[in-house]
Nanobody, 115 residues
Framework: QVQLVESGGGLVQAGGSLRLSCASS????????VAWYRQPPGKQRDLVAR???????TYADSVKGRFTISRDNANNTVYLRMNSLISEDSGVYYC?????????WGKGTLVTVSS
């Protein structure tokens, strides 16, 4: 069983920064990829960034150069550093892990960027 808990969301002005955290309870953390998804109000949930077990990263085009995903395997935590935030970055951010055919999600953390 994997439990994911996101934190770090909040209200920030455009141009500001936030760092999100995703803490995992699973023992398989270091062996699987972890991803951040974003769901703006009334829209679908889309991939923002993913980090593989080997540290390789991928990003949505809309956040490249502004967001950085990283992981701390010793503490079972993944981070999403978000800089130069714009209003389109607003939404609920979810952490995701997939293991043995099961997709695990946290409850999300809300990010609101005011323009």
């Amino acid at each position: 069983q994997v439990q994911l808990v996101e934190s770090g969301g909040g209200l920030v002005q455009a141009g500001g920064s936030l760092r999100l955290s995703c803490a995992s309870s699973g023992s398989i953390f270091s062996r699987v990829a972890v991803a951040w998804y974003r769901q703006p109000p009334g829209k679908q949930r889309d991939l923002v960034a993913r980090i593989r077990s080997d540290g390789r990263t991928t990003y949505a085009d809309s956040v490249k150069g502004r967001f950085t995903i990283s992981r701390d395997n010793a503490n079972n935590t993944v981070y999403l550093r978000m800089n130069s935030l714009i209003s389109e970055d607003s939404g609920v951010y979810y952490c995701n892990q997939e293991y043995a055919g099961i997709s695990y999600w946290g409850k999300g953390t809300l990010v609101t960027v005011s323009s």
